[in-house]
Nanobody, 127 residues
Framework: QVELVESGGGLVQAGGSLRLSCAAS????????MAWFRQAPGKEREFVSA????????DYADSVKGRFTISKDDAKNTLYLQMNSLKPEDTAVYYC????????????????????WGQGTQVTVSS
């Protein structure tokens, strides 16, 4: 069983920065991706960024490209999301996601690719 625990959310002014963390416990395949998604009130959960656990290849939604950076610390089993130049439209609950074994059936941008989810951390950006 895998458990994901996010932290680092909060209230920040537009233009500010936050760093989210996701601590993973349990067994994860070294080749399986991990990702960040977000869900704003009244909207569907959407892809933010993903990273290959072993290779480190990254992917970003167009809305955050150039502002957010995903990274991982293999030794600590921790996933990060550095968020800079935050905008009010970045306000959402941010979720960490992981999969036990990536089959490639679904894109790493798809919610269906992931088996495990954290409880979410609230990010609020004021204008």
């Amino acid at each position: 069983q895998v458990e994901l625990v996010e932290s680092g959310g909060g209230l920040v002014q537009a233009g500010g920065s936050l760093r989210l963390s996701c601590a993973a416990s349990g067994r994860l395949m070294s080749t399986a991706p991990m990702a960040w998604f977000r869900q704003a009130p009244g909207k569907e959960r959407e892809f933010v960024s993903a990273i290959r656990w072993s290779g480190g290849g990254t992917d970003y939604a167009d809305s955050v490209k150039g502002r957010f950076t995903i990274s991982k610390d293999d030794a600590k089993n921790t996933l990060y999301l550095q968020m800079n130049s935050l905008k009010p439209e970045d306000t959402a609950v941010y979720y960490c996601a992981a999969c036990s074994f990536y089959t490639g059936v679904y894109s790493i941008r798809s919610l269906r690719a992931y088996d495990y989810w954290g409880q979410g951390t609230q990010v609020t950006v004021s204008s």
